[in-house]
């Protein structure tokens, strides 16, 4: 029998805590997490539960107080701050509830950004056709001030997309768009993600949403209070 492929993945006893006039608060409170590859995973809960904090610390993006992160093979305690920029350069796409598109850029020139980080030569030509991908082929010299939220959000994806990552973080992503827009910008993550075999943690306050992952985790007080699986198969069934 083979043995079965390590979790791209892997939260080992992660905490996290912030100092604050009225003494040390706890975000996050031993989590255990492993995330297979391919797979998408859903994280819901109230706000304060450590939703957030949980997708930065998976990104890199803040450190850990205690406990061991590995994404990807990559332990991320080892790595300074400019290893981490290279490691998520490599591996890792983030879409945002805000957008955080560079004002100054055009949809084009946000979406080759990263493409260029990495050193493609062909990063413009990526670019376009990451735009295309979600619908934006016509608006590829448009700055973000010229485009509609759901417009801004798609740039925002093909973005993230752009050099293949095999993790995608998406951090409430429909939180600053009207339910039609929301539907349509859901739509194109799950079908890129479908696309190019990545995984998908999602973070969210709507379990229907959430239920469209393979994998539901529910956060309280830092804490993993639930963690069921295939959700949306059973009902059907």
Do not use: C, W
Not at 48 to 69: F, N, Q, Y
Not at 146 to 174: H, I, K, M, N
Not at 204 to 209: E, I
């Amino acid at each position: 029998m083979s043995p079965s492929p390590s979790p791209l993945v892997s939260l080992s006893s992660v905490e996290v805590k912030l100092a604050s006039a009225g003494g040390i608060v706890n975000i996050l409170r031993g989590i255990d997490l492993s995330i297979a590859e391919g797979e998408t995973v859903g994280i819901i809960g109230p706000s304060g539960s450590g939703k957030s904090t949980l997708l930065m610390v998976t990104a890199g993006l803040e450190r850990p107080t205690a406990g061991r992160i590995q994404v990807a093979g990559v332990d991320l305690g080892t790595l300074d701050e400019d290893g981490l920029a290279r490691f998520r350069r490599d591996h890792v796409g983030i879409v945002f509830q805000s957008f955080h598109l560079i004002q100054t850029m055009s949809a084009l020139e946000n979406v080759a950004i990263p493409l260029e980080l990495a050193r493609r030569r062909d990063a413009f030509d990526r670019a376009r056709e990451g735009l295309a991908a979600v619908g934006l082929g016509h608006r590829l010299d448009h700055y973000p001030g010229q485009l509609s939220g759901g417009e801004q959000q798609r740039v925002a994806l093909a973005r993230a997309f752009a050099t293949g990552p095999r993790l995608l973080l998406a951090d409430e992503p429909t939180g600053n768009l009207d339910g039609a827009t929301g539907e349509q910008v859901i739509e194109l993550m799950f079908g890129l993600r479908r696309h190019h075999g990545t995984t998908l943690i999602l973070i969210t306050h709507d379990p229907a949403l959430a239920g469209r992952t393979d994998r539901v985790i529910r956060l309280a007080d830092g804490r993993i209070a639930a963690d069921d699986t295939r959700p949306a198969l059973r009902a059907a069934g």
